[in-house]
């Protein structure tokens, strides 16, 4: 799919409800085989699974009509270290602004912490940024299955 039709589908996935939103952070979460959070407050996590080496790998879908800040790098940042995960995918609506990476990436002990941020066009258009997490985590590429239609 090219970014230009990506971008257009994204931008209606972003009008949905919110309740809709927290429903398809939800199938994401169980479509990539992780562990899906609770209904409503979750806690800062959409989803949780280990990996073959038992390390834990998690993932926090916003799907915000508005670029993600430094307040939510902190609450990444924070959420990464409690859960001690070593693998890390945030998938973003709009996007990050570049506050955010500042932010995330100035915090300490993020080295052995493979983090990708990834948007809702990443993932529709399969972009370089969308294949490089797919190499660490592969079932990302589970992603192509969903009819992402439905949610205009």
Not at 11 to 27: A, N, S, V, Y
Not at 74 to 89: E, F, M, Q, S, W
Not at 122 to 135: G, H, I, N, R, S
Request: glycine content about 8%; aromatic content about 10%; charged content about 20%.
């Amino acid at each position: 799919m090219s970014e230009y039709i990506a971008y257009n589908l994204a931008l209606g996935i972003l009008e949905t409800t919110p309740q809709r939103k927290q429903e398809l952070g939800r199938m994401l979460s169980k479509l990539l085989g992780f562990h899906p959070g609770p209904l409503g407050p979750d806690g800062g996590i959409d989803g949780v699974l280990f990996d073959e080496s038992d390390r834990l790998v998690y993932f926090q879908c916003k799907l915000s009509h508005l670029a993600l800040d430094t307040n939510h790098a902190k609450l990444l940042y924070a959420d990464i270290l409690y859960h001690r995960a070593t693998i890390a995918v945030m998938l973003a609506g709009k996007g990050y602004k570049d506050t955010f990476g500042q932010r995330l990436f100035g915090h300490p002990h993020l080295e052995n912490v493979n983090i990708h941020l990834l948007t809702l066009v990443d993932v529709l258009a399969q972009t370089d940024k969308f294949q490089a997490a797919v190499k660490a985590l592969p079932q990302l590429e589970n992603l192509s299955e969903i009819d992402w239609k439905q949610f205009r």
